[in-house]
């Protein structure tokens, strides 16, 4: 069957068509980060500003002691180090075990294996509010309440990752698995070596996931701790709106502190988290 010839375009057209998806483009990414724009800015401003009427946009005389406030006020440094330990700890274990299972999924063969990774998948459809009092009873039962292991254990791991990484270990080519054989390697080497280095966006992808899940959570360390000192910087953040009713910026500031470490993530692994979850879209 001939295919049929490209239409072609004039440049005027395609210069049309071009600053149509930037303008789409635009007017999205302003839509994404206004939010973020405005807590900024209020965190800079005066409480009798920020409830101003026309709001301000632009802080004129910005109030940086906002932030010196959060900090030392609101204990935000040793909120930080618990979301620090958990949120690695969380993520190290995620892709360890992501990374063996959907190693086991795509090269050996076991017995029930496409009903395992089927019941693997239907993790993904039970909210985690379903399993919580479970979790908690269970952590309860082992003496993990207020403790760091009780707050990062539930979590490490997931149907998601296992999912991610078994789609990119199909698309290496059976034969590196068979030269491998031929060379000597066993499971382990030939996983280390050449699996997972292949699939390392799907790998650096499923980190960020992992990071920004841990880090974000606010259900899971409110119910499993009661000690401040093991509180993360979500719970932090509220304790510190309920002591700076009258400073709401000293708030604002406490916010973007805690995003930081979330946009120098997005920052560094940004081209990896594409490459990573359109790497496996094409093989299942």
């Given at each position: 069957?001939?295919?049929?010839?490209?239409?072609?375009?004039?440049?005027?057209?395609?210069?049309?068509?071009?600053?149509?998806?930037?303008?789409?483009?635009?007017?999205?990414?302003?839509?994404?980060?206004?939010?973020?724009?405005?807590?900024?800015?209020?965190?800079?401003?005066?409480?009798?500003?920020?409830?101003?009427?026309?709001?301000?946009?632009?802080?004129?005389?910005?109030?940086?002691?906002?932030?010196?406030?959060?900090?030392?006020?609101?204990?935000?440094?040793?909120?930080?180090?618990?979301?620090?330990?958990?949120?690695?700890?969380?993520?190290?274990?995620?892709?360890?075990?992501?990374?063996?299972?959907?190693?086991?999924?795509?090269?050996?063969?076991?017995?029930?294996?496409?009903?395992?990774?089927?019941?693997?998948?239907?993790?993904?459809?039970?909210?985690?509010?379903?399993?919580?009092?479970?979790?908690?009873?269970?952590?309860?039962?082992?003496?993990?309440?207020?403790?760091?292991?009780?707050?990062?254990?539930?979590?490490?791991?997931?149907?998601?990752?296992?999912?991610?990484?078994?789609?990119?270990?199909?698309?290496?080519?059976?034969?590196?698995?068979?030269?491998?054989?031929?060379?000597?390697?066993?499971?382990?080497?030939?996983?280390?070596?050449?699996a997972v280095p292949l699939a390392r966006p799907a790998i650096a992808a499923l980190t960020v996931f992992g990071f920004l899940g841990a880090w974000n959570q606010y259900l899971w360390p409110l119910l499993a701790t009661k000690d401040d000192r093991l509180r993360t910087v979500q719970i932090g953040l509220k304790q510190l709106r309920a002591t700076s009713l009258d400073a709401v910026n000293v708030t604002?500031?406490?916010?973007?502190?805690?995003?930081?470490?979330?946009?120098?993530?997005?920052?560094?692994?940004?081209?990896?988290?594409?490459?990573?979850?359109?790497?496996?879209?094409?093989?299942?």
């Amino acid at each position: 069957m001939r295919a049929e010839p490209k239409r072609w375009e004039s440049p005027s057209v395609r210069r049309l068509r071009k600053a149509g998806s930037y303008t789409i483009l635009t007017v999205l990414a302003v839509v994404v980060l206004f939010p973020i724009y405005i807590t900024v800015v209020n965190s800079l401003l005066r409480p009798v500003d920020i409830a101003s009427r026309p709001p301000t946009f632009f802080p004129t005389h910005p109030h940086w002691s906002s932030y010196a406030d959060a900090w030392n006020g609101g204990h935000m440094a040793k909120y930080l180090l618990n979301s620090f330990i958990v949120t690695i700890a969380i993520t190290a274990g995620q892709v360890v075990t992501a990374i063996f299972a959907g190693y086991a999924f795509a090269f050996l063969e076991f017995p029930f294996k496409r009903t395992l990774f089927v019941v693997f998948l239907a993790t993904l459809m039970v909210p985690f509010e379903v399993t919580v009092v479970t979790n908690l009873d269970t952590v309860n039962a082992l003496g993990w309440y207020d403790t760091y292991q009780g707050l990062a254990v539930p979590f490490l791991a997931t149907g998601f990752g296992a999912f991610l990484v078994r789609q990119a270990f199909l698309q290496v080519p059976r034969d590196l698995s068979d030269a491998a054989a031929l060379d000597g390697y066993g499971h382990w080497r030939f996983m280390i070596r050449v699996a997972v280095p292949l699939a390392r966006p799907a790998i650096a992808a499923l980190t960020v996931f992992g990071f920004l899940g841990a880090w974000n959570q606010y259900l899971w360390p409110l119910l499993a701790t009661k000690d401040d000192r093991l509180r993360t910087v979500q719970i932090g953040l509220k304790q510190l709106r309920a002591t700076s009713l009258d400073a709401v910026n000293v708030t604002f500031a406490g916010a973007v502190i805690a995003v930081i470490p979330i946009a120098i993530i997005l920052l560094l692994f940004q081209k990896h988290l594409v490459r990573g979850l359109t790497a496996g879209a094409v093989k299942g």
